[in-house]
RNA sequence: GCUCCCAUCGUCUAGCGGUAAGGACGCCGCCCUCUCAAGGCGGAAACCGGGGUUCAAAUCCCCGUGGGAGCGCCA
């Protein structure tokens, strides 16, 4: 059997992370079985769907590397079809026009509510063989749901479930305006494209009875269903736009890799064995759906944000740095004024957590710090520190290579020369050239710093000292 | 309320009748160290409860309990 999986998102937000890794599963195992994904858009209700949406969809697809072998489809376009499989089930008599109104429909719920029943259609149109009498509009077109035995879904991850038919109701599968509804087209189009997997979240699985109803009375054979369970917030909460990220272009925002963003993603319900790092073909290679988990999981930023820290040391620096120099234009910087992004990913990625923090703390390579540290500056900038940084600056601007081996040399010769432990001298140093009192080690950020800006901010530091420090009482 | 699903460290998970219940993130301690990190070593930390089945249950069955989903002219 040739696989064929889809992602079927509606157009009414943006890609959500749950999306996200339904997609990459379904992705993932069209790859892994060298069949095809395909791309829906579930844009049936014209009233919530929007074309922003569409693009935020198709934004995040593309950000993740989740290329799609066919589609985007759109189901607005496909209405005739829908149309006619409807004919052709009122035809067959496997479904029914329904004249009952609203309102009726509102009580009858509201009553059975009361009765302490499961609301459902009642069934009053199901045997109408023409517009009762008090008919007023157009009807809606239900599905004529069989009365008796049960429903079987072969589930891949949850097993074999059963529903009683009884349970399940005369669907209304087209509107009273003719557009049909959403348990409708989605058998209609797994059934036209194709589709031989259907991976999607286990809020589906009420629903999935009575698509295989609809398929049995199409004389379609079902594609295997796997429902993946649901993914929880940090607090084990329904995810929700409030409680953090829930939309994948924030985790670009907050300075995530693509690559960390899917090991992540992977990993959340899905395993194999004790191996946490995966690369995109290794997950190819071993994904099956089988080894998808049965109960739904929270979201641990800390995880991913080990991982990304993991893509940031590891990865090609090259394509760390097109990441970086992304989110540092994000914040008004332009790289070019700067050190090497390659060399700057080396020096950082061991020091930070994503590319935002990556590049934040290196907003001094690129511009004058804004001023000092206050707490660095009072214990590191004191009357005492203004030898040594006099005595740095003249060492430094003698130097002949600017490289970081010249340049370390330099500076423990200057703590050997003041009788200092290194640290007595880097740390002001440190504080000089970024401002603050964290960086990567003095000799690297001098070598990325560059000859003329550090010995400027030496300047400047003494220059602040001698401003500020020196009529205050010297301690130490 | 009815139907369906789920249940191993705080979190992600391994386990598939016999294990000292393993790994990872995070946390704690030590080492390393010019800051922050990274790294190394070590540590605390879990089978929801009760019944069965079995020589033997985290693993199989049942019942509770607790979560979740669905019950639209939404998807």
């Known amino acids: 059997m040739t696989v064929k999986t889809r992602f079927a998102p509606s157009p009414t937000g943006y890609l959500h992370i749950g999306g996200a890794?339904?997609?990459?599963?379904?992705?993932?195992?069209?790859?892994?079985?060298?069949?095809?994904?395909?791309?829906?858009?579930?844009?049936?209700?014209?009233?919530?769907?929007?074309?922003e949406a569409i693009n935020a969809i198709l934004e995040g697809m593309a950000w993740l590397g989740l290329d799609y072998d066919e589609g985007p489809f759109y189901q607005t376009e496909r209405?005739?079809?829908?149309?006619?499989?409807?004919?052709?089930?009122?035809?067959?008599?496997?479904?029914?026009r329904c004249y009952c109104s609203r309102e009726r429909l509102e009580s009858l719920r509201e009553a059975q509510m009361a009765r302490k029943e499961k609301p459902r259609y009642d069934g009053r149109c199901r045997h109408l063989t023409e517009p009762p009498a008090d008919a007023s509009g157009d009807p809606v077109i239900r599905f004529r749901t069989p009365l008796e035995g049960e429903t079987v879904v072969n589930d891949r991850v949850k097993g074999r479930i059963v529903f009683a038919n009884r349970e399940l109701d005369d669907l209304i599968i087209a509107r009273a305006d003719g557009s049909p509804t959403y348990n409708f087209v989605v058998v209609v189009d797994d059934m036209d494209m194709g589709i031989s997997h259907?991976?999607?979240?286990?809020?589906?699985?009420?629903?999935?009875?009575?698509?295989?109803?609809?398929?049995?009375?199409?004389?379609v054979e079902p594609p295997v269903y796997a429902h993946v369970p649901m993914i929880l917030d940090e607090d084990g909460k329904k995810l929700s736009k409030r409680t953090g990220a829930a939309s994948v272009m924030d985790y670009r925002d907050q300075g995530y890799l693509p690559e960390a963003v899917l090991n992540y993603l992977a990993r959340l319900g899905w395993s194999h064995g004790d191996q946490e790092i995966f690369t995109l073909d290794e997950?190819?290679?071993l994904f099956d759906i089988d080894d998808i988990n049965h109960s739904a999981s929270s979201l641990n930023s800390s995880?991913?944000?080990?991982?990304?820290?993991?893509?940031?040391?590891?990865?090609?620096?090259?394509?760390?740095?097109?990441?970086?120099?992304?989110?540092?234009?994000?914040?008004?910087?332009d790289p070019a004024g700067g050190p090497s992004l390659e060399a700057l990913v080396s020096a950082q990625a061991e020091r930070t957590k994503t590319l935002r923090e990556m590049a934040q703390n290196s907003l001094f390579f690129f511009r004058e710090p804004?001023?000092?540290?206050?707490?660095?500056?009072?214990?590191?900038?004191?009357?005492?520190?203004?030898p040594v940084l006099a005595a740095l600056r003249e060492a430094l601007s003698g130097l002949g290579q600017w490289q970081t081996e010249a340049i370390h040399e330099t500076v423990s010769g200057v703590a050997e020369g003041q009788e200092l432990k290194l640290g007595k001298v880097a740390q002001p140093l440190r504080v000089a050239v970024s401002g603050g009192p964290v960086s990567p080690p003095i000799d690297e950020t001098l070598a990325l710093l560059g000859r003329e800006a550090t010995l400027r901010r030496i300047e400047a530091a003494e220059a602040w000292i001698a401003e500020n420090v020196v009529d205050q009482p010297q301690e130490g």
């Open 198 to 219: 259907v991976i999607r979240g286990d809020d589906h699985v009420n629903n999935t009875a009575r698509q295989v109803n609809i398929l049995q009375a199409l004389g």
């Open 370 to 386: 804004e001023g000092y540290d206050e707490k660095a500056a009072r214990k590191n900038l004191k009357a005492g520190a203004a």
């Open 79 to 96: 209405f005739d079809r829908y149309a006619e499989v409807i004919d052709r089930l009122l035809e067959e008599g496997r479904a029914y």
């Open 303 to 333: 995880k991913l944000q080990w991982l990304n820290q993991h893509y940031m040391k590891t990865g090609d620096p090259a394509h760390v740095a097109r990441h970086l120099a992304w989110h540092l234009g994000e914040m008004g910087v």
């Open 283 to 285: 997950l190819i290679q």
């Open 21 to 51: 890794r339904t997609a990459l599963f379904s992705w993932l195992y069209a790859r892994r079985h060298g069949g095809h994904f395909v791309l829906r858009i579930e844009d049936t209700d014209r009233e919530r769907s929007t074309p």
